[in-house]
């Protein structure tokens, strides 16, 4: 079945740096788009970041750029984060996501990991 599992969380103090990863097993990694979530308590999810299969296509939400990095590395069937410079909005749970297209949904999820950051 397929796995989507990310690493990388844990607490951090505003200004450092994290850099998350997703590791997929039981899918065609190279042919789905990979997406970074995340959701802060009582708010709901948001996205951050999505790279398309080949990684030429990217998008970021607004309140990530020129701070967060997503990367991908097909021979590892890993995502990356790399979050630099970060808040304590920026606290939630991370969670990778993948997609096929030409479908804009999201079809697996992974559990999450967590994101602290403490003023």
């Known amino acids: 079945q397929v796995q989507l599992v990310e690493s990388g969380g844990g607490l951090v103090q505003a200004g450092d740096s994290l850099r998350l990863a997703c590791a997929a097993s039981?899918?065609?990694?190279?042919?789905?788009?990979m997406g970074w979530f995340r959701q802060a308590p009582g708010k709901e999810r948001e996205f951050v970041a999505a790279?398309?299969?080949?990684?030429?296509?990217?998008s970021y939400a607004d309140f990530v750029k020129g701070r967060f990095t997503i990367s991908r590395d097909n021979a590892k069937n890993t995502v990356y984060l790399q979050m630099n410079r970060l808040q304590p909005e920026d606290t939630a749970l991370y969670y990778c996501a993948a997609r096929k297209p030409p479908s804009t949904e999201y079809d697996y999820w992974g559990q999450g990991t967590q994101v602290t950051v403490s003023s």
């Open positions: 039981g899918l065609t990694f190279s042919m789905y788009s």
């Open positions: 790279l398309s299969w080949n990684g030429r296509s990217i």
